[in-house]
C-alpha cells in the first residue's frame, strides 16, 4: 500500500476553510484515496472519496491533482464540532477472495477555535 | 445498511488475565475484517484483518490473537493481558463487494490492563 504523510497539526478559526494535504508519491493505478474523520473515543467515520480530480459531498471536498501524488481534503466554514483527527488513506480494489489492508497513518488533529 | 456491534464499552482487566472481546456485524456478507488498537493520544494500529471465515492476518507480533468462527463474527483474544495491552480496540468492517468501499467501525472498547 502506498505509504501517506500528512500535517500532525493544524489550526483554524470558526468560519474559515480548512485545507489537508496528504501526499502519496507511491500511489497505485488501482488505488482509490479515502479520508476519515476520528472524534475522541470514537472509531473513524468515512468522509470522502476519489480517485481524481474533484469530489465533492455534503460535508467536504476532495481535489486530486491529475499526477495523484497528493489529495487535500477541503472542510469550508468550518466549526468548533469539527476539531477532530483526520486521515488520509490510500488503498486498492478489493479482490473476492483477496482483501485490501486498511492501513492509517498518524493523521492530522485539526483544532478549530472560536 | 451495514452496521457492526462492539462490546463490552470499557473493560477493567488485571494483568495475567484472559481477554476476549467480540465483533459482529449486520447488513453484509463476506466483509473483510479489521481489528485496530489506538494508544492514548495516537493512531490507530492495524493489529488484524480477515477476508473470510478461518482466515486471519496478523499485522505485529504481539500477545493476541484473533478468530473468524463465522462469516459475521470476529473475536479479538488474549490468553494473559499484559499492561502494555492496553488501549482503545475498534473493530471495523468493509463490505466484500469487490470495490473499494468505505469502512464502517464499531464504538470501541477502552481496555484498561491494572
Known amino acids: 500500500l502506498a505509504k501517506t504523510t500528512q500535517p500532525i497539526s493544524m489550526d483554524s478559526y470558526e468560519g474559515q476553510e480548512v485545507n489537508i494535504t496528504c501526499s502519496h508519491n507511491?500511489?497505485?493505478?488501482?488505488?482509490?484515496i479515502t479520508w476519515y474523520q476520528q472524534f475522541p473515543s470514537q472509531g473513524p467515520r468515512f468522509i470522502i472519496q476519489g480517485y481524481k480530480t474533484k469530489v465533492t459531498n455534503e460535508v467536504a471536498s476532495l481535489f486530486i491533482p491529475a499526477d495523484r501524488k497528493s489529495s487535500t481534503l477541503s472542510l469550508p466554514r468550518v466549526s468548533l464540532s469539527d476539531t477532530a483527527v483526520y486521515y488520509c488513506?490510500?488503498?486498492?480494489?478489493?479482490?473476492?477472495?483477496?482483501?485490501?489492508?486498511?492501513?492509517f497513518g498518524t493523521g492530522t488533529q485539526l483544532k478549530v477555535e472560536l | 445498511s451495514q452496521t457492526i456491534h462492539q462490546w463490552p464499552a470499557t473493560l477493567v482487566q488485571p494483568v495475567g488475565s484472559p481477554l476476549s472481546l467480540e465483533c459482529t456485524v449486520e447488513g453484509t456478507s463476506n466483509p473483510n475484517l479489521y481489528w485496530y488498537r489506538q494508544a492514548a493520544g495516537r493512531g490507530l494500529q492495524l493489529l488484524f484483518y480477515s477476508v473470510g471465515i478461518g482466515q486471519i492476518s496478523s499485522e505485529v507480533p504481539q500477545n493476541l490473537s484473533a478468530s473468524r468462527p463465522q462469516d459475521r463474527q470476529f473475536i479479538l483474544s488474549s490468553k494473559k493481558l499484559l499492561l502494555s495491552d492496553s488501549g482503545f480496540y475498534l473493530c471495523a468492517l468493509q463490505g466484500g463487494s469487490g470495490v473499494n468501499t468505505e469502512a464502517f467501525f464499531g464504538q470501541g472498547t477502552r481496555l484498561t490492563v491494572v
Open positions: 507511491n500511489i497505485a493505478t488501482n488505488d482509490y
Open positions: 488513506l490510500v488503498g486498492g480494489f478489493l479482490l473476492t477472495g483477496g482483501g485490501n489492508k486498511l492501513t
